[in-house]
């Protein structure tokens, strides 16, 4: 990376964080230029040379919370999800430490993405990142463990929503209780080694 790719690449992603720190404090439809450039510490010049609208830089920031989402657990989804169809029932547990330890460790590292993310859950596409958990790690167990298709939309729903309300209560705590007793206190919360899924 040259002088002035850094220069635009630290210009952009001060952007992105100014516009994230916004998103935890107001709705998007409020947010302005004037406020983006203010909180960032650029002139509208440099915003417009970066950016047509406010949309333009709200879609880069979710790009950019993605891969950095993305980075933490990639490689440890891809050995859990290695030979997932092979393994025995009572080590498809549906909340894995292999999973949660890599996702409760961005979240504490990226506080202000998921206060934004929870005020502004439709324009930070918070359901993207969900989709992977859903389709290729809860779906897959679910129907291992015979789960019928048409209740398993229930099962994973009850799933997401309660670990959303750990993470919430934990936020508001400004996340100042390590990621193993989080864990800890999720994985109490589902039932492991095939609890709770006999035949429905």
């Keep these: 990376m040259n002088k002035s790719e850094s220069k635009y690449f630290n210009t952009a992603l001060r952007m992105d964080e ?5 998103l935890e404090q107001k709705d998007l439809e409020y947010i302005t230029v004037k406020e983006i450039c203010e909180t960032a510490r650029v002139n509208r010049s440099t915003f417009y040379l ?10 880069e920031t979710v790009e950019m919370v993605n891969q950095r ?3 933490y657990f990639l490689q440890s989804e891809t050995l859990f999800l290695n030979g997932m169809e092979h393994r025995e029932q009572k080590e498809l547990i549906l909340i894995t430490r292999q999973y949660l330890l890599p996702y409760l460790r961005f979240i504490k590292d990226n506080k ?4 934004a993310a929870f005020r502004n859950p439709g ?3 918070a359901h993207i990142r969900y989709q992977n958990l859903k389709t290729d ?3 897959p167990i679910l129907e291992r463990f015979a789960i019928p298709a048409h209740y398993r ?10 670990i959303m309300a750990v993470i919430k209560e934990w936020l508001r705590q400004d996340c100042t209780d390590e990621v193993e007793m989080i864990a800890d206190i ?13 035949k429905a």
């Design 112 to 115: 202000k993405v998921y206060r």
């Design 18 to 22: 100014a516009l994230l720190t916004l």
């Design 123 to 125: 324009c930070m596409q």
């Design 69 to 71: 989402f993305l980075s």
């Design 137 to 139: 790690i809860l779906n």
């Design 50 to 59: 970066h950016y047509e609208t406010v949309a333009d830089l709200l879609n």
């Design 186 to 198: 999720i994985e109490r919360c589902v039932p492991t080694e095939g609890e709770g899924h006999e």
């Design 153 to 162: 939309p229930y099962y994973i729903a009850y799933y997401i929503e309660g």
